[in-house]
C-alpha cells in the first residue's frame, strides 16, 4: 500500500532556508513521480511541485510561488524525498504533504495523488 | 494556469441525502480529473481519479462523473463519516491546481 512519512518542519524567520524530508516504505519509490502539496492554516490545498523518477530523469516541476525559491531532490536509495525551501517568506507558513504520484489508464495516462504523508508544519515568522 | 472552481463552496445535508458537489475547470482536461475528501487534521484521501474511477477502499455511495471542463461528484447516502471537506484536481496541465473545497457539513 505504501506510507510516506514527512519531517523537518518547524518555526523559521522570514529569508530563512528549510528542508524537508519525506520518507517513504511500503512500495517502490524509484518508480514513482512524487509531488509536495501545502495548505496554509485555514485554507485549501496548493500543489508547490513535482519530481519525476529516474526513468524520467528526475526532472522537477515548481508552482510559480516558489519557483526559483525552492528545490525538490529525492534519493531513490534511501527512499527519501526533499524540499528545500529558501528565502522562506511569511506566506509559505502551512503544512506541507508529500504525496505518491499514480498514474492509470491503458491507451491514456491520467494522474493523481493516492498515498498521502500526514504532514509537516512549517511555520515563518519573526 | 486552469482555474477549478467548486460549487457549493459548502454544504449542509442530512445523514441519508444525496449529494452533489461540482467542478468546473478554466479550459478542457480531458479526464485528468480527481477528487479528494480531507477531515480536519488529517491529510487528503484520494476518492476518485480519472473523472469516474474509485480509489480502492472507498465505498461504492461515491460516485464522479462528467468530461471536457464540468465534473461532479456524488454520494448517494450520506453517511456520518462523509462530513468533510472536498476537492478537485486537475492534473491535465503543470502546474496541478485544486479547486477551493466544499465544505459539508452536518444539518
Known amino acids: 500500500e505504501g506510507q510516506l512519512v514527512e519531517s523537518g518542519g518547524g518555526l523559521i524567520q522570514p529569508g530563512g532556508s528549510l528542508r524537508l524530508s519525506c520518507a517513504a516504505s511500503g512500495f517502490t519509490f524509484s518508480d514513482h513521480y512524487m509531488d509536495w502539496v501545502r495548505q496554509a492554516p485555514g485554507k485549501g490545498l496548493e500543489w508547490v511541485g513535482r519530481?519525476?523518477?529516474?526513468?524520467?530523469?528526475?526532472?522537477?516541476d515548481y508552482a510559480a510561488s516558489v519557483k526559483g525559491r525552492f528545490t525538490i531532490s529525492r534519493d531513490d536509495s534511501k527512499n527519501f524525498l526533499y524540499l528545500q525551501m529558501n528565502s522562506l517568506k511569511i506566506e509559505d507558513t502551512a503544512v506541507y504533504y508529500c504525496a505518491r504520484g499514480f498514474w492509470s489508464g491503458y491507451h491514456t495516462f491520467y494522474y493523481s495523488m493516492d498515498v498521502w504523508g500526514k504532514g509537516t508544519t512549517v511555520t515563518v515568522s519573526s | 494556469d486552469i482555474q477549478m472552481t467548486q460549487s457549493p463552496s459548502s454544504l449542509s445535508a442530512s445523514v441519508g441525502d444525496r449529494v452533489t458537489i461540482s467542478c468546473r475547470a478554466s479550459?478542457?482536461?480531458?479526464?485528468?480529473l480527481n477528487w479528494y475528501q480531507q477531515k480536519p487534521g488529517t491529510a487528503p484521501r484520494l476518492l476518485i481519479y480519472s473523472v469516474s474511477s474509485l480509489q480502492s477502499g472507498v465505498p461504492s455511495r461515491f460516485s464522479g462523473s462528467g468530461s471536457g471542463t464540468d465534473f461532479t461528484l456524488t454520494i448517494s447516502s450520506l453517511q456520518p463519516e462523509d462530513f468533510a471537506t472536498y476537492y478537485c484536481q486537475q492534473t491535465y496541465l503543470i502546474p496541478i491546481t485544486f479547486g477551493q473545497g466544499t465544505r459539508l457539513e452536518i444539518k
Open positions: 519530481s519525476r523518477n529516474k526513468a524520467n530523469t528526475y526532472t522537477a
Open positions: 479550459q478542457t482536461i480531458t479526464k485528468y
